[in-house]
């Protein structure tokens, strides 16, 4: 068994050499594929970060009347923690507050200087409300800040709430979530898409390949080949092409992930392609190797088949 | 060895190949097949194989009913056979000891058996010289002696030569039955088709004439009759 293996395994790395142009092209195009489908990886990535930045711009600040006090505030926080759509409850103290606001216009000293004149501090506690994470992809689901709005509206809190800023950037949140999961969506349907391109052209070009060796594969089943001993040759060269592609991919990946960072960066906020590739790289290089090896030796196997009835 | 019972073999739409034709041929016999182009030699070699099926009647090899032989029992019919292919066969893509080494690994046969016996069989057919030469770079002669050593290699029980001897000249073709001669005197069964009034004379062996799908003669020791 073993030399049989040896001899499957011989046989294909000599063939993959001897048709080095025919595979040449298997290899071309599965890297294509990859880089693909790894840039449905890269979409996915740039959504969890748009998605995260939102997150951290959205939320639902209430505000206190200046009487409220202290204890009456963490009561509410204590409140709002336990229901289960909520992240995080920041809590920020008058003091907080006007230190906040003191170091936003320290350039402005006229604010500076009325603030002197009002004596006292005049800006009330507030509080800001974060949801859990919404995963849901399909545009239209319920939004979470309408529940906690709600929840925050209801009578016995208005003694002490004066205002929540939510009202007045609800239409902003509500595109913003949108928009984030819009992307998500749009990215597993280009994720799809590319994955169904990429078996498309790899089976279609490795059927190309196998189909010229028709007649060979014809005589060594007349001359008692076991279907195995025939397949194997065909997958071998598969695996190695599977292998070739995914090196290239990832050399080619890495190389316009790190000369577009500086745009993409700019254009996205933030997001950092090369870096998200570096703190990925063994996924994608995973990812990239079973899909593109599996393939590969699968489209092999499959297109060899259909000579095999001889 | 090899049976045929009523066998009719028709291509599609309308062509006949063979036209229901039996015979019989026992186990260590050398049977050569005669008739012009077209008489349906080929088609009954390919039969013998299962490279092609009857439209009507069967075939049975070393007690294996072809019509119903699974793909294992055909492997290991076609394992223990040596065909030489009238178009040859070579596998292209692989060297001259490739190709013949080929069918001893396809037995299952040592790396040191193959490194042993097919300079032999390539001395032989007189191939010596061209160990790493590909088919594409071999003249009709050679590639029909690569053929035969393919055939022989692995010592069948049954050879089947398809006009073997068709691209050779004189003394490669006396080289080549004689090799036939003695693997028969060994026990494999030979079937040879051709229609070289010569090669049928000089062997002196039985003799099945085809005409149009028909067996029109089965003689013991037969000669080429026009």
Redesign the interface.
């Known amino acids: 068994m073993l ?2 293996f040896k ?1 499957i395994f011989k046989s294909g790395l ?2 993959f050499k ?2 080095f142009a025919l595979n040449s092209a298997t290899i071309f195009v599965l890297m294509v594929g990859l880089t693909l489908l790894t840039s449905a990886f890269f979409i996915d990535g740039l959504y969890n970060f748009l998605h995260e930045s939102v997150q951290q711009k959205v939320g639902i600040s209430v505000y206190f009347k200046l009487e409220t006090s202290t204890d009456d505030i963490l009561k509410l926080q204590q409140e709002l923690k336990q229901r289960g759509d909520i992240k995080d409850v920041i809590y920020i103290s008058k003091e907080e507050a006007l230190q906040k606001f003191k170091d936003k216009h320290s350039y402005d000293d006229s604010i500076l200087k009325t603030l002197e004149i009002i004596e006292g501090n005049p800006l009330p506690s507030s509080i800001r409300v974060i949801a859990k994470q919404d995963d849901s992809l399909i545009p239209g689901t319920a939004n979470p800040y309408d529940e906690i709005a709600k929840f925050l509206k209801q009578d016995k809190y208005s003694p002490i709430i004066d205002q929540m800023s939510y009202y007045e950037t609800e239409s902003i949140i509500k595109s913003l979530i949108n928009l984030t999961r819009d992307i998500k969506f749009m990215g597993l349907i280009v994720a799809i898409f590319f994955v169904l391109i990429v078996i498309l052209m790899v089976f279609s070009t490795v059927r190309l390949t196998v189909r010229s ?1 028709k ?2 594969i ?10 195995w ?1 025939v397949r194997g040759p065909f997958m071998v060269v598969g695996f190695v092409c599977g292998i070739l592609a995914v090196l290239f991919s990832l050399i080619l990946i890495g190389c316009v992930t790190y000369f577009s960072t500086p745009k993409i960066m700019a254009i996205s906020s933030g997001f950092n392609p090369f870096m998200y590739f570096g703190n990925n790289f063994w996924k994608i290089f995973f990812m990239q190797l079973f899909a593109g090896v599996g393939i590969a030796i699968f489209a092999n196997a499959l297109a060899v088949k259909r000579y095999l009835k ?1 | 060895m090899i049976s045929f019972k009523n066998v009719t073999k028709i291509y599609n739409p309308n062509t006949l190949a063979l036209d229901n034709i039996s015979f019989d041929i026992k186990e260590g016999e050398f049977v050569l097949i005669v008739g012009k182009s077209g008489a349906g030699k080929t088609t009954l070699m390919k039969l013998i ?1 299962k ?1 092609e099926e009857p439209t009507q009647g069967e075939v049975v090899v070393n007690g294996l009913n072809l019509n119903i032989a699974d ?1 294992n029992a055909l ?7 040596g ?1 030489v ?1 009238q178009d040859f ?5 692989k060297n001259v000891f ?1 190709n013949i080494s ?2 001893m ?4 046969a ?2 040191s058996e193959i490194k042993r016996d097919v300079p032999d069989v390539l001395e032989m057919v007189g191939l010596k010289e061209k160990f790493h030469s590909f088919p594409k770079q071999l003249s009709g002669g050679e590639k029909q002696r690569v053929a035969i050593a ?1 055939a022989l290699i692995h010592r069948p029980k049954l050879i089947l030569a398809d006009e073997p001897t068709g691209n050779l000249d004189v003394y490669s073709i006396r080289d080549i039955l004689d090799a036939l001669l003695k693997v028969n005197q060994m026990g494999a069964t030979i079937i040879l088709a051709t229609h070289n009034q010569s090669v049928v004379n000089f062997l002196q062996k039985r003799v099945i004439t085809l005409e149009n799908g028909k067996i029109i003669r089965d003689q013991e020791k037969g000669k080429f009759i026009l």
């Open positions: 030399n049989l001899r000599i063939n001897r048709q060796f007649e060979e014809g005589v060594m089943k007349l001359v008692g080949a076991s279907n001993f001889v | 194989t490279e793909e492997n290991s019919l076609r394992r223990m056979t065909t292919f066969r070579l596998i292209n893509h490739e080929y069918s690994e396809v037995v299952g040592d790396d393919r």
